[in-house]
C-alpha cells in the first residue's frame, strides 16, 4: 500500500511542473499581423471582415472568401472586392480553427459592423508593440532589435535585445516573446 502511495505521489510531483509551464505560456503573433489589422491584440488567428463576409487567416496571410458554395484560400481578395479598403473596414478578431465553418452564425452576430469606420489600426498605433510589423511608421531600423516582454499578470515592455533588465544588468522576472528561429 505504501509503495501504491509513493508511487502516485511521484507521478503527481512529476506532472505539476508541466501543468504549471502551460498555464503561463502567452503566445504572441504581432509581427505577423498586417498593418490593416486593428490594434490590441497580441495573438490574432483569422479576422472576420463583415462587410464582405470573408475572413483573413493571419498565420497563413492568406483571405478566404465564397465563390458560390465553396471556400476560396488565396493570397488576394477576388476583383469583385477591388472597391473594398482593408484599412477603413471593420475586422473582427476571431481565434480558433477553420472559423468560416462558422460562417452563417458570424454573419448574423457582426452584420453590425458593417459600416463601422472608427477602429484604430495597427499602421496608426503609437504602441511601440505593434512597430516591429514590417511596414509601421515607426519600425525600428536594422540593428536596433528589441524584444517585448511579458510578466504572469500580462503587463508588458519593449527592451533592447539582450541587455537584460530594465537597469541595464542581469536577467528579472519578464519572460521573452519573440519569434526567433
Known amino acids: 500500500m505504501k509503495k501504491l502511495l509513493l508511487l502516485g505521489l511521484f507521478g503527481l510531483v512529476a506532472v505539476l511542473p508541466y501543468h504549471a509551464s502551460a498555464q ?3 503566445n504572441v503573433n504581432i509581427g505577423s499581423q498586417p498593418l490593416w489589422g486593428p490594434v490590441g491584440y497580441d495573438h490574432v ?4 471582415l463583415p462587410e464582405i463576409e470573408s475572413y483573413y487567416n493571419v498565420p497563413d ?3 478566404i472568401y465564397r465563390e458560390g458554395s465553396r471556400w476560396i484560400f488565396s493570397a488576394s481578395l ?4 477591388r472597391g473594398y479598403d482593408l484599412y477603413n473596414g471593420y475586422k473582427v478578431v476571431v481565434n480558433g480553427r477553420d472559423p468560416y465553418r462558422n460562417f452563417d452564425n458570424d454573419r448574423v452576430r457582426y452584420a453590425k459592423y458593417k459600416k463601422v469606420r472608427n477602429q484604430k489600426i495597427i499602421k496608426y498605433s503609437d504602441d511601440p508593440r505593434y512597430y516591429v510589423v514590417k511596414g509601421h511608421p515607426h519600425g525600428m531600423p536594422p540593428g536596433q532589435a ?3 516582454y511579458s510578466d504572469d499578470r500580462g503587463n508588458g515592455k519593449w527592451k533592447d535585445k539582450d541587455k537584460g533588465n530594465d537597469r541595464g544588468h542581469g ?3 519578464w ?6 528561429h
Request: net charge positive; no cysteine; glycine share 0%.
Open 78 to 81: 477576388p476583383s469583385r472586392y
Open 171 to 173: 536577467k528579472d522576472k
Open 45 to 48: 488567428d483569422y479576422y472576420y
Open 146 to 148: 528589441k524584444k517585448y
Open 61 to 63: 496571410r492568406q483571405f
Open 175 to 180: 519572460k521573452k516573446h519573440d519569434d526567433d
Open 24 to 26: 503561463i505560456s502567452v
